[in-house]
């Protein structure tokens, strides 16, 4: 193991391409089910897909709609005019010998995205371009025999290449999680990681700092989860830097990920490397769209993250507490309409606040927010906060009557209030009772005692047992006033 | 016998008894070798829907063959190769779809090269078609076998694909109407690929009425095959007097037969007649057509064979181990050496290193090619040059010079790069009776007015 100290030594270069698989109802070319999932295999497959004799490609439009919307996300150029190339490779997986993608004119691209990080620092990342292209089938393996399953084979991706602008796995994290997001925001995919909707293959390098070039890569195929990426990637920085600090070459090659054993493992290199022959599809004519296509296509693309945290900036977040509410999507539109509904960045941002534990509690191993399950109206929640404004609330209260909201919709918060008997009591005649019957126990005898000594934090103490007299409902401020004033200090 | 004659005789006894008479000659012409099977059983029923009123159309109970590389119901679609062998088509090409649409009746499949590799039916993986005026001579190909049974009356018209002169020069060798469709006017779904740039669907006729109806039936946008172009082709009934026709010098060189030459030459003489103005042209990109085309074609055709793996349906070779194995062996048996020779060429010119210089460099000489047709349109209607250099030559004449036998193409080859319409029409017989083709060729999306030219020199 090389120590920390000597990976310090080195830098980290990483370059990351990404698949896509689009949302769209049917395939690239063909009219079969685009969802495979829960399917039996080779049950949405078309003869197109299947590579027929005299089958031909139909390009599936919504596909090239959603590779428009992704440029948007991407912050990267549509392009007027792209086209098809065909890749060739024998794979049974692969059904026409060939796989049907973009080798030289891609649909988008090139372009630059900002990625934010958790310390509230970001940076940029060029995107080289992305190109559309079909996915392939699947094989499982059975000792003496293999079987094919075509369910995937003609599935739309886009894959998007980016320049290795990446330094750090903490970096590649934050990349590959905002792409995440962009892809998720935009409609582009469904996003389900496990389903392999989205699919990163990370080209790491190691050079000495200080160098101008680059160090020679290794590339770790078809990672499908944030934390692999991070992991393949420091794995494989460490390797390369152990192989180097041994005087030793790398070698430029293809690497797989061992998820079990959490190691990279090689697969195939350079020497190995097919000629993929790649020439123009002459079935499929050329993609040609006009600014007012894309503008029309792209104007449909809803707030993208980079947009709230513009906007948000008001709310005075924490940058940590602002990624992950973005995380999940209808959060952070919730939190928009509230911000833009009340017009005041109070009501937001406790919506934020409350909704922020709603978010932590669904957020699963990959860092995906699976169901934050809001159902509470915006208006309901503006008088919820309003309430908590004119003290009629004490934060407690509210945040178990925000729970219940997204229980009962229907319900009005003052209505719950009352219900769970949580008004907040600001009658001074009314609270002046409990104090004093609080000052008044023999048991907190000592506490007042302190208290008068000069012990201010015994206060603290004193409102709790005010307010668990009252149940809760007592203005705790209130309280704390009137026991400095019975104590006369 | 044409078309309206057919369609007479099924009014006067029944589609039944022509589709009965249809497959008697089929069977009669056995030894010619010009079909891989009949759809008898198919064809049988519905002749009789048609005689019960159940199907009708423009074309209720008229027979016809396909080139066994369209997909079509009744009998395996083989492309006259092995690896497709016992290949039962799932769906029917669009082109046979739209026939039978009409009523029309496929009776059975032509042979062919195999996967259209070849300009003879020399290539078929089942053995070659004979010339219909000569049986030791070849069909011309590759849609050899619908020459030949269209020039034997076993049916009035048949379906054939076009990708460097497949259909215009087996009609040549056989005396019929062959008709290569401006690129993009008939949908190529369900039709084997050969060459995707350059492959047409057309048809053999006995006369050019005939040809003309066909195309006008199978043409049309097909949303299921991106490149065709939107519905243009209809039927012109009048010629345009007057025009203006260019006769192609560089397919008049010595190098060609005198009595094609001697063809040629009568042709123009009574367009000349007919009021119209001949002048001699030149092309001179013509000569590196055939160049263009051993590039560009063994390209796209080596990709187009990819999908025949063994994997998923055709014939599998047995006793293999290894995946590669599986692969070379399942597609050394399954394809014929022509086959295996293009897909060697296409292989190579795509490889990396290799396609900036033959690929990319062809398809800048594809665009001077069609740059030079484009400048002679601005003057000329229509041009016009023999279809083929000779008449049909002795079966096993060029199989051993692969060389030789592209030379044949060479009056073809252009307007297939060019994507442009073309029809042989014939031009009378040499000395010894073999057929000899005249080519008319046109604009883009021209087709209409090239039959209406070829109707009105029929029989003059």
């Known amino acids: ?489 | 016998m044409t078309i309206s004659e057919i369609l007479t005789k099924i009014k006067d006894t029944s589609a039944r008894a022509v589709v009965e008479n249809s497959l008697k000659l089929a069977k009669d012409n056995q030894d010619y070798h010009a079909l891989l099977s009949l759809t008898e059983g198919r064809a049988l029923k519905r002749a009789d829907e048609v005689d019960s009123g159940k199907i009708s159309g423009k074309l209720a109970g008229v027979p016809f063959v396909v080139k066994d590389n369209f997909l079509a119901f009744g009998a395996p679609t083989t492309a006259a190769s092995k690896i497709l062998e016992n290949f039962d088509a799932p769906l029917q090409a669009t082109a046979v779809e739209k026939l039978e649409a009409e009523g029309a009746i496929c009776i059975g499949k032509a042979n062919l090269d195999a996967f259209a590799h070849g300009g003879s039916t020399e290539n078929s993986a089942y053995g070659p078609t004979s010339n219909a005026y000569d049986k030791t001579r070849v069909a011309g190909g590759s849609s050899g076998g619908s020459a030949v049974v269209t020039a034997l009356g076993v049916v009035p018209f048949a379906l054939g694909s076009d990708t460097g002169g497949s259909i215009r020069q087996p009609a040549s060798f056989n005396g019929v109407v062959g008709v290569k469709t401006s690129y993009g006017a008939v949908s190529r779904y369900g039709v084997v690929a050969m060459a995707s740039s350059t492959d047409v669907i057309g048809s053999f006729a006995t006369n050019v009425s005939d040809a003309e109806m066909i195309t006008d039936i199978i043409s049309g946008r097909d949303k299921n095959d991106m490149t065709t172009l939107p519905d243009f082709f209809t039927v012109q009934e009048n010629v345009k007097p007057n025009q203006k026709i260019g006769l192609v010098k560089d397919f008049m060189t010595d190098d060609v037969d005198p009595e094609v030459r001697g063809a040629v030459n009568k042709y123009v003489e009574k367009l000349k007649l007919a009021g119209h103005t001949v002048e001699e042209v030149s092309l001179p990109m013509a000569e590196y057509a055939l160049a263009i085309y051993y590039i560009i074609v063994p390209a796209e055709l080596c990709s187009n064979l990819a999908r025949y793996d063994g994997v998923r349906y055709g014939r599998r070779a047995e006793g293999v181990t290894t995946l590669s194995e599986l692969y070379g062996k399942t597609r050394d048996l399954g394809f014929v050496t022509e086959n295996k020779r293009r897909i060697m060429i296409g292989s190579y010119v795509l490889s990396s290193g290799y396609f900036d210089a033959y690929y990319q460099q062809a398809q800048k000489a594809r665009t001077l090619l069609i740059n030079e047709f484009n400048k002679l349109f601005e003057t000329y209607d229509i041009l016009i040059g023999p279809t083929a250099p000779t008449p049909a030559f002795k079966l096993g004449e060029n199989t051993s010079d692969p060389i030789k036998m592209y030379l044949n193409d060479i009056m073809t080859v252009p307007t297939s790069l060019a994507g442009l319409p073309a029809i042989s029409v014939p031009a009378g017989t040499n000395q010894a009776g073999l057929p000899i083709g005249v080519q008319l060729m046109g604009p883009m999306k021209s087709d209409a007015s090239i039959f209406a030219l070829a109707k009105s020199m029929e029989n003059k």
């Open chain 1, 1 to 489: 193991m090389v120590s920390d100290e000597t990976l310090g030594k080195y830098q980290m270069t990483v370059g990351i391409e990404c698949h896509v698989q689009l949302a769209t109802a049917t395939k690239l070319f063909s009219g079969a089910d685009n969802d495979e999932r829960g399917k039996s295999p080779n049950s949405v497959v078309s003869p197109i897909d299947f590579g027929l004799p005299g089958m031909l490609p139909v390009l599936n439009r919504g596909a090239v709609d959603l590779a428009i919307k992704a440029g948007k996300a991407l912050n990267s150029p549509i392009a007027h005019v792209s086209r098809f190339d065909r890749k060739h490779y024998f794979y049974p997986d692969l059904p026409k010998g060939y796989q049907t993608t973009q080798m030289y004119q891609p649909i988008i691209g090139p372009g630059v995205i900002n990625i934010p990080m958790d310390s509230g620092e970001s940076f940029n990342v060029r995107i080289n371009h992305a190109h559309m292209e079909e996915d392939a089938g699947k094989l499982t393996h059975h000792g003496g025999f293999s079987l094919v399953d075509l369910n995937r084979a003609g599935t739309p991706l886009i894959e998007i290449v980016t320049e290795p602008d990446i330094h750090s796995s903490v970096q590649a994290k934050a990349f590959v999680v905002e792409l995440y997001r962009l892809m998720t925001y935009a409609g582009v995919t469904r996003g389900d990681l496990y389903h392999g909707n989205m699919r990163f293959d990370v080209n790491t390098s190691a050079a000495p700092k200080g160098s101008n070039e680059l160090g020679t890569r290794s590339e770790v195929k078809n990672l499908n989860s944030f934390r692999s990426v991070e992991r393949a990637i420091e794995f494989e920085f460490r390797r390369q830097v152990e192989l180097l600090e041994k005087g030793e070459n790398i070698v430029q090659e293809t690497r797989g990920w061992d998820e079990a054993k959490q190691r990279t493992t090689s697969q195939r290199n350079k020497e190995d490397s097919q000629d993929y022959r790649y020439m123009p599809d002459a079935d499929i004519p050329p993609i040609i769209l006009s600014d007012e296509e894309i503008n029309r296509i792209q104007a449909t693309v809803p707030p993208l993250p980079p947009f709230y945290r513009e906007s948000w900036k008001v709310l005075n977040l924490d940058s940590t507490v602002t990624n992950a509410l973005i995380a999940d999507q209808p959060t952070a539109q919730l939190i928009q309409r509230i911000l833009e509904k009340s017009g005041t960045a109070s009501a937001a941002r406790r919506v934020a606040i409350w909704q922020l534990m709603a978010v932590e509690g669904q957020t699963d191993d990959s860092g995906i927010v699976q169901n934050t399950g809001i159902h509470a109206t915006d208006d309901y929640l503006i008088e919820l906060s309003n309430m908590v404004e004119k003290n009629e609330l004490s934060s407690t209260a509210a945040k178990e009557i925000f729970y219940e909201m997204n229980r009962r919709p229907d319900i009005a918060p003052r209505d719950i209030a009352a219900e769970k008997n949580l008004i907040q009591v600001s009658d001074e005649s009314e609270i002046i009772k409990v104090v004093d019957s609080v000052l008044n126990d023999p048991s907190f005898a000592k506490a007042v005692a302190d208290l008068e000594a000069g012990n201010e934090k015994v206060i603290g103490f004193l409102v709790g047992q005010v307010m668990k007299k009252s149940q809760g409902k007592a203005n705790p401020a209130l309280a704390q006033k009137l026991i400095k004033e019975r104590l006369k200090i």
